[in-house]
């Protein structure tokens, strides 16, 4: 299998809820509508508290505005974990968020295709080195990954947005590697990979 930028889609090994079967409480759960169309959100909603928590969680590491470090790079820091653990779904989304964000389509590129050793500026290797470290084990992040990190100009507020998207995304691999797969075919069309 590959690394890629394409869309994929997901095939859960157990059952999601159907669409049509999600009450006002999975509802809530999802947090926005447009998740009902997922069958790894429709799964999750099998439990709608814990879904809850976990997407308002996730929507706060992403989409908080409030200083910190950049969208990029934190799209950037959970493609790096995601590209560590061998999440290719996981790896994909974030790594087209951190294109998009960044400008910078040939270094996530790279990072795909080389993996978290790749080259791509002394920042963002900072930011990958940080979050690989985390995502192989809590005890590998050290005060030098941190020291890195404020050399490259990210105050506490940045540093703690990278560990949390890094932390967030470590664990939400491992969930999505054991309940299902994105392998995909040989071709692809239209930009996008065909899942079976």
Not at 6 to 35: K, S, Y
Not at 61 to 84: D, H, M, Q, T, V
Not at 156 to 162: E, G, I
Not at 163 to 184: E, I
């Amino acid at each position: 299998m590959v690394f890629t930028l394409a869309e994929l889609d997901w095939q859960p090994w157990l059952a999601p809820l159907d669409e049509a079967a999600l009450t006002p409480r999975h509802h809530a759960g999802l947090v926005d509508a447009a998740r009902a169309k997922s069958p790894y959100f429709r799964l999750l909603a099998r439990d709608p508290d814990t879904l809850g928590a976990r997407t308002r969680a996730d929507k706060d590491i992403f989409y908080n505005p409030e200083a910190g470090l950049p969208r990029a790079e934190r799209e950037l820091a959970a493609a790096a974990a995601s590209r560590r653990n061998g999440c290719i779904y996981c790896a994909s989304v974030h790594a087209r968020f951190a294109s998009h964000f960044a400008r910078r389509r040939d270094d996530v590129q790279r990072l795909l295709d080389e993996g978290v050793q790749a080259d791509l500026g002394p920042r963002w290797n900072a930011i990958v080195d940080a979050a690989v470290a985390l995502t192989d084990t809590p005890h590998g992040l050290t005060a030098g990954h941190i020291a890195s990190l404020r050399q490259q100009g990210l105050d506490a507020r940045a540093v703690a947005d990278l560990l949390h998207a890094a932390a967030f995304f470590n664990w939400a691999n491992r969930l999505m590697l054991s309940l299902g797969s994105a392998a995909y075919s040989q071709g692809l069309e239209g930009g996008r990979a065909t899942v079976r």
